[in-house]
């Protein structure tokens, strides 16, 4: 630490008298001793000759007191005198570990070393100014302060002048006076101190209500840290719980998707065979086309003959007698109508082999549903077509051979005439047909057949035949119930009539797999 320039003078001063009293620093104590053993050895011959004479005892009790004292005196001054030379041949030589040349170092080490110096000499004093304490304490009371005292002293000594009692006396009162200033300093001391440690109490105290506040500030602080930890592990068991559900999924997921791709792979190679069973059945429908134009070139060729049949029956009506014979046997006409039913057999023997071909729910069903429905379609109208060319022919035929017949019956007699009815018979007769509205489970798009029977005289037998499919199916009519209204009627027996609705039959055709 650095100090003024006048702190250093003042220093330096102390130093100079502190020095002074070091050369020569127990010649007071010397002087006292002196003094007090030349009073001893003027007051003794006095004494003596004194107008009071002491006893024998008493003079040899006081004999026996001084040397005791001087022993003491002269072993406390040897024992000051052997301190104080020490102390001055420790001062006259500092430690080697001190700077010997203090010029060398810069400012601030010169001073703190006469700081040190000056603590070192403070010290000193203080000892120095105890040690002459204990001397005067052991001059005035004969024993030292460290001593138990055996006895109080009184103020007044026997045998000794005014003078020297005054001495004494003042000597006293100024050991009691340092003594006084000791006991005032370390009173003051104390209280310092007693201050010191009572603020120093206050501020630990302060310190302590600031730490409870801090630690109750903390347990709180730590008790919300608790909370949200157990929030937040709260949390993450069901963010893990959340995460091992969606693991699952996932893992589901990717089992339905393996599958899914499993089932594409087999649709794609069903698809592929679809398509190839497509073209064969393109293949056959082209061949089923070709079929049905070289049906069509026979159908026109018999009707050409069916015309020239008629012809030849309007230019020759006397040699039929009115009916249409055929050109050669009755059977001749019967091959070409029972090959047609032959050839539509076919046809529907192949498409069933089709349709047994793809699965249950294949989109190809519909198309070949289609295309049984048009070639029945086509053959119905055929037939019908036929049928009502017949008639006509037979109706034209029918005309003329009646206008000739009533010129040949006009020309027999009266009596030789008969009735029509005996005579000639009824040509033609109309055919009622019945139409079929029919839904299957594999096509959305219903189905018509007709069947040559009048409604109520059809069985499930004729629709049977007329739908012709294999396998085990059940049958469900739309009907009329007068409880119910509209209803759904199952037939079983093939023997059984079909109910009709509106002057038709609507049916649902449903296989049967044998569960019920």
Request: some cysteine; overall charge negative.
């Amino acid at each position: 630490m650095s100090r003024s320039g006048r702190d250093v003078s003042r220093y330096r001063q102390r130093n100079s008298s502190v020095e002074d009293e070091i050369v020569n620093p127990y010649w007071s104590v010397r002087a006292m001793v002196k003094q007090y053993e030349g009073h001893q050895g003027s007051t003794s011959p006095s004494e003596s000759s004194g107008l009071t004479s002491p006893s024998p005892v008493h003079s040899s009790k006081s004999e026996v007191n001084g040397a005791h004292y001087e022993e003491k005196a002269e072993i406390t001054i040897i024992q000051c005198e052997e301190n104080l030379s020490k102390k001055d041949e420790s001062f006259m030589h500092p430690p080697e570990s001190q700077p010997t040349n203090p010029a060398t170092y810069p400012d601030t080490l010169w001073e703190d070393h006469l700081l040190e110096q000056q603590d070192y000499l403070e010290r000193e004093m203080e000892e120095a100014k105890k040690m002459i304490s204990g001397l005067q304490a052991l001059l005035l009371h004969g024993s030292l302060p460290e001593d138990e005292q055996e006895s109080l002293f009184s103020l007044r000594e026997d045998g000794a002048c005014p003078e020297e009692q005054l001495i004494i006396i003042k000597s006293r009162l100024d050991l009691s006076m340092s003594e006084n200033q000791d006991l005032k300093k370390e009173l003051q001391n104390c209280k310092q101190e007693n201050r010191n440690l009572q603020a120093i109490k206050d501020a630990l105290q302060q310190r302590m209500t600031q730490q409870e506040s801090s630690v109750l500030q903390l347990k709180q602080e730590l008790l919300r840290a608790n909370m949200d930890k157990d929030e937040l592990h709260n949390q993450n068991l069901d963010l893990q719980r959340k995460i091992e559900e969606r693991n699952q999924l996932i893992g589901e997921y990717k089992k339905e998707i393996t599958q899914k791709d499993w089932l594409i792979q087999q649709m794609q190679g069903k698809l592929d065979e679809a398509h190839r069973k497509l073209s064969e059945a393109n293949y056959q429908k082209n061949d089923l086309q070709k079929e049905l134009d070289h049906r069509k070139g026979l159908l026109q060729q018999y009707m050409s003959r069916d015309d020239d049949q008629v012809s030849n029956y309007i230019g020759h009506p006397a040699q039929t007698n009115g009916f249409l014979q055929p050109a050669g046997k009755g059977p001749a006409r019967d091959p070409i109508p029972q090959r047609t039913a032959n050839d539509l057999q076919l046809v529907r023997d192949a498409l069933r082999s089709l349709r047994n071909s793809f699965s249950g729910h294949d989109p190809q069903h519909h198309t070949i549903d289609s295309l049984e429905q048009g070639i029945s379609s086509l053959m119905d109208r055929l037939h019908a077509i036929e049928t009502q060319r017949r008639q006509d022919r037979k109706a034209r035929g029918r005309v003329s051979g009646n206008k000739e017949l009533n010129e040949y019956r006009d020309s027999w007699p009266p009596n030789s005439k008969m009735p029509h009815s005996q005579s000639a018979p009824i040509m033609g007769g109309s055919n009622s047909c019945t139409k079929v509205l029919y839904f299957t489970d594999r096509s959305l798009t219903p189905f018509m057949v007709t069947i040559p029977k009048r409604l109520g005289e059809v069985t499930l037998r004729d629709f049977k035949i007329a739908i012709d499919r294999e396998g085990n199916h059940r049958y469900h009519f739309k009907a009329l119930d007068p409880e119910f209204g509209t209803v759904k009627e199952e037939v079983f027996h093939d023997d059984d009539i079909i109910p009709g609705w509106e002057g038709k039959i609507v049916a649902w055709v449903e296989e049967d797999h044998g569960t019920n």
